[in-house]
């Protein structure tokens, strides 16, 4: 066991087999994609290697995800439950997480005595969108105006979000609601292609405004400035 996560593992309360169930959620959705196991090891190289490890109760032997199929599991952050028994893994999947093809392992629905195929729905609308967008970077530039910008670079997706800015800011002159809301959006879609780009998720900015909460707006700025 590696010293440098030996006091992580140490808090899982691995069952009579040495394993824990952990469950993969899309960061991008919030959709809960598959439950699978670890072993400290396959949890040891999952935090090493920031993708989801796993090991198989039926091979008797550590998987990652998407080793033969591409569909690899990229963490993003790696939480234990208030007992130590369940982990929970935020990822960006690549590709569908069923091995069947579907985006989520959880597509059978209850549906009074029996069960339909219908996946629970994902997250927000900005974490749908940004699935999208996502989706959207492998596209034919031709055929999609995200992967159109994505493809012209930084600069082209700044250059946009400046102007669609000044468009808000004009929008907000005007006595209708109705052209506010709409170049709000505009300037909503296109910060979601720029921190695409960055390859950051919305996630981060609402956390970092939740770290905000309660401060003041003056000593926030302050505390910026001497940093």
């Not at 609601?177 to 609402?206: N, S």
């Amino acid at each position: 066991m590696d010293s440098q996560y030996e006091q992580l593992l140490t808090a899982v309360h691995w069952n009579e087999q040495g394993l824990v169930p952990a469950i993969a959620q899309d960061a991008r959705t919030g959709q809960v994609l598959m439950l699978a196991w670890m072993n400290p090891e396959a949890l040891r190289l999952t935090l090493a290697e920031r993708r989801g490890v796993y090991w198989s109760r039926s091979r008797q032997g550590l998987w990652r995800k998407g080793e033969s199929s591409g569909h690899v599991q990229h963490l993003q952050s790696l939480h234990l439950d208030c007992d130590g028994d369940t982990i929970l893994l935020r990822v960006v999947q690549e590709g569908p997480a069923c091995h069947t093809g579907a985006d989520t392992c959880f597509f059978h629905m209850a549906r009074e005595h029996d069960w339909e195929d219908v996946a629970p729905p994902g997250g927000s609308v900005l974490d749908e969108l940004q699935a999208v967008i996502h989706q959207r970077r492998q596209a034919d530039p031709a055929q999609s105006y995200v992967a159109k910008l994505l493809q012209g670079g930084r600069d082209r997706i700044l250059k946009k979000v400046g102007e669609e800015a000044t468009e808000f800011v004009l929008a907000c002159k005007n006595p209708e609601a109705k052209p506010v809301v709409a170049e709000a959006a505009d300037l909503l879609f296109h910060l979601l292609v720029a921190l695409e780009e960055r390859d950051l998720h919305i996630d981060e900015v609402l956390g970092e405004l939740q770290r905000r909460e309660g401060l003041s707006g003056l000593v926030e700025k302050a505390s910026r400035k001497s940093a």
